[in-house]
């Protein structure tokens, strides 16, 4: 399933040096997200703008980033805690059986003998695997993403297959 919107993939930290860097977090499990981009959409709140990056370089356990047009640190500062965000469609294609979260999120979830447990509203990532929060009419089940069999994002399904007391 193709949606439409943007993924996060970084936020500016604060400026760095005085050439009008900018030292920006990792909010992506696949840093090519950043690294493979030309530009970024800057968000704050309700406003979104396009900027054209000149060069994105790692930098510890983050990465500087220089934006076209931002050539101050005073110019980056004000950009302080603005999200950066591809459109879903510039994400890195995932190999078979991979999913990026936002594919997962509104999935029907149902077991294996069809009845219907609810829909997956978030995930919690944990040491070991993924947790789907699922929300049914009655009640939110915590489902370990091992117990998905199956997944299908053009008919956005997920069937599971859970151990007895689970639901």
């Known amino acids: ?16 040096g ?31 703008i396009y900027m054209e990056v000149e060069y994105i370089r790692p930098h510890h356990k983050s990465f500087i980033i220089k934006f076209k047009g931002l050539d101050t640190p005073e110019a980056v500062k004000f950009f302080k805690g603005w999200f950066l965000e591809v459109p879903y469609e510039d ?11 936002f594919e997962l999120i509104g999935l029907k979830v149902y077991t294996k003998e069809g009845t219907f447990v609810g829909v997956v509203e ?13 929300r049914g009419e009655e009640k ?10 199956e997944i299908d994002t053009q008919k956005e399904v997920m069937i599971i297959n859970p151990i007895e007391d689970l639901l």
Request: hydrophobic share 40%; glycine share 8%.
């Open 18 to 48: 005085i050439e009008g860097e900018a030292k920006c977090s990792i909010e992506t499990d696949i840093p090519e997200n950043i690294t493979l981009q030309k530009g970024f959409y800057l968000r704050k709140g309700n406003r979104r």
């Open 91 to 101: 994400l890195v294609p995932l190999k078979e059986g991979e999913y990026y979260w």
């Open 122 to 134: 978030d995930i919690i990532a944990t040491g070991a695997h993924d947790v789907y929060v699922v």
């Open 1 to 16: 399933m193709k949606r439409k919107g943007f993924a996060i993939v970084s936020k500016i930290l604060s400026p760095f």
């Open 140 to 149: 939110e089940v915590l489902i370990p993403s091992v117990f998905a069999e």
